[in-house]
């Protein structure tokens, strides 16, 4: 069975711009998570969908974050515009549902903002 | 939502069985423990869950005692390919949010 997809895999930007993550979860997957991750920290749960709706961004930076999930299945998490501290590594997991079971993790997107 | 506690960091040898040790003192009634694996470069692998007593796979086993205060991931001879880091969660069957620690390094010598 195919894994989480994303994409790009490496982005630099310099900060005041604009960059957008893309995420394919598994199929059949209800719930999205976007992550991210600090070097040497572990990872920091940004926004989860259920099917296409928002279940908790309580940890998204709303002035400068977003995300969406059209028709439940891909997702976009966009920054605009970046600061340097949005240097991280960009994690979409998905799962089956919403429920505290196993998450499945794509490989990241790894961001760094110049 | 229970926080964790993990070691920083542990060394071991290959075929040496390694046991990470999670403290979640206020654990609730409802959370479940979980144990996630990370290489570099690539996202957190589910490795194990449980909630009381014991539970194993084809990979570790996770030891939980009564009062569920803490947990203890063993890992039965490990070998290289195991050095990663192993993070520790809680949380409840339907909970909204996960919260990873910072988790624990382990590095795994020839």
């Known amino acids: 069975e195919a894994g989480v997809a994303q994409s790009p895999r490496y982005k630099i930007i310099e900060k005041r711009q604009s960059v957008a993550f893309w995420c394919n979860p598994i199929?059949?997957?209800?719930?999205l998570y976007w992550y991210q991750q600090i070097l040497g920290q572990g990872p920091k749960l940004l926004i989860q969908?259920?099917?296409?709706?928002?279940?908790?961004d309580s940890q998204l930076p709303k002035d400068r974050f977003s995300a969406e999930r059209l028709k439940g299945v891909d997702s976009t998490l966009k920054i605009q515009p970046a600061k340097l501290e949005d240097s991280a590594v960009y994690l979409c997991?998905?799962?089956?549902?919403?429920?505290?079971?196993?998450?499945?993790f794509g490989p990241g997107t790894r961001l760094t903002v110049l | 939502l229970a926080k964790t506690t993990q070691p920083i960091s542990m060394d071991s040898y290959e075929g040496q069985e390694v046991n990470i040790t999670c403290s979640h003192n206020?654990?609730?009634?409802?959370?479940?423990i979980t144990w996630y694996q990370q290489f570099p470069s690539q996202g957190p692998r589910f490795i194990i869950q449980g909630y009381k007593t014991k539970v194993t796979n084809e990979v570790a086993s996770l030891f939980i005692p009564a009062d569920r205060k803490s947990s203890t991931l063993s890992l039965p001879r490990v070998s290289l390919s195991d050095t990663a880091v192993y993070y520790c969660?809680?949380?409840?069957?339907?909970?909204?949010?996960?919260?990873f620690g910072a988790g624990t390094r382990l590095f795994v010598k020839a």
């Open positions: 997991a998905s799962s089956l549902a919403l429920s505290y079971n196993e998450q499945f």
């Open positions: 969908f259920q099917n296409n709706g928002v279940v908790d």
């Open positions: 969660l809680v949380g409840e069957a339907g909970g909204f949010k996960t919260i």
């Open positions: 206020n654990i609730a009634t409802n959370d479940y």
């Open positions: 199929s059949g997957h209800a719930t």
